[in-house]
């Protein structure tokens, strides 16, 4: 079990960074902060964008913020999580999400 910022971070960061090849461009990539984003032109139904937001994660002051741009029942239908410990279970979880998130996306063609 995880329970270091840092460490968490940096083990979310491994399993969100290979979807950076996979159409997603990195646009905050420093110590403390990683995000992914699609630069496709997106159409909600609700509203028309020229990018959409993926997943994110920033090391706070004594936990991780994760922010995924979709709600994931795997997350209880959360698009923000904060991460205090880290175990397998919850690590399986996220990559989960994120391989969730990537499907919904290519499905929707904003990928």
């Known amino acids: ?13 491994a ?9 997603f ?3 905050l ?9 699609s630069d496709k032109n997106v159409d909600t139904g609700l509203e028309k964008r020229t990018e959409a937001f993926f997943a994110g994660i920033t090391i ?3 936990y991780v913020l994760l922010t995924t741009g979709f709600d994931h029942k795997m997350l209880a ?4 999580i ?4 880290l175990d397998d279970v919850l690590l399986n979880q996220i990559e989960e999400t994120f391989a969730t ?11």
């Open 15 to 23: 399993s969100l960074q290979p979807y950076a090849t996979l159409g």
């Open 25 to 27: 461009t990195n646009r």
């Open 101 to 111: 998130g990537y499907k919904m996306f290519k499905e929707k063609e904003w990928v």
């Open 77 to 80: 239908n959360q698009s923000v």
């Open 82 to 85: 904060e991460i205090k410990q």
């Open 1 to 13: 079990m995880k329970t270091d910022p840092v460490e968490i971070f940096q083990t979310i960061r």
């Open 60 to 62: 706070e002051k004594d």
């Open 29 to 37: 990539n420093t110590a403390d902060t990683y995000d992914l984003w």
